[in-house]
């Protein structure tokens, strides 16, 4: 079975940290391009950064930049969102998706064209 699962999601207080992962399971990650994306309640699901499994480009809303990083872990099949200097704004479900189509750069907010979602994780940051 193809899929994706996020975990690491959590209640974590006003400038604090929590690092995402997004594991997939039944296909490598290779090659693939990889995005994070969020939806705070009543929202629309917005991305938040991405990245290319090839070249390792990474991109970020500005919303984020400078707080949050994308990496990647091969052995693991794994992708990472460090999430640093929370805010309560940050308060969202968080999802990872993958894009099988290799790509030199990509754009945080490209929502369409990602083969595999996972179901999200919960990040809560509240005092």
């Known amino acids: 079975q193809l899929q994706l699962v996020e975990s690491g999601g959590g209640l974590v207080q006003p400038g604090g940290s929590l690092r995402l992962s997004c594991v997939a399971s039944?296909?490598?990650?290779?090659?693939?391009?990889i995005g994070w994306f969020r939806q705070a309640p009543g929202k629309e699901r917005e991305g938040i950064s991405c990245?290319?499994?090839?070249?390792?480009?990474?991109n970020y809303a500005d919303s984020v930049k400078g707080r949050f990083t994308i990496s990647t872990d091969n052995v693991k099949n794994t992708v990472y969102l460090q999430m640093n200097d929370l805010k309560p704004e940050d308060t969202a479900v968080y999802y990872c998706?993958?894009?099988?189509?290799?790509?030199?750069?990509?754009?945080?907010?490209?929502?369409?064209?990602?083969?595999?979602w996972g179901q999200g994780t919960q990040v809560t940051v509240s005092a």
């Open positions: 998706a993958a894009d099988r189509i290799p790509r030199e750069w990509c754009r945080y907010d490209r929502k369409t064209g990602y083969d595999y």
């Open positions: 039944g296909f490598t990650l290779d090659y693939y391009t």
């Open positions: 990245i290319t499994r090839s070249n390792r480009n990474t």
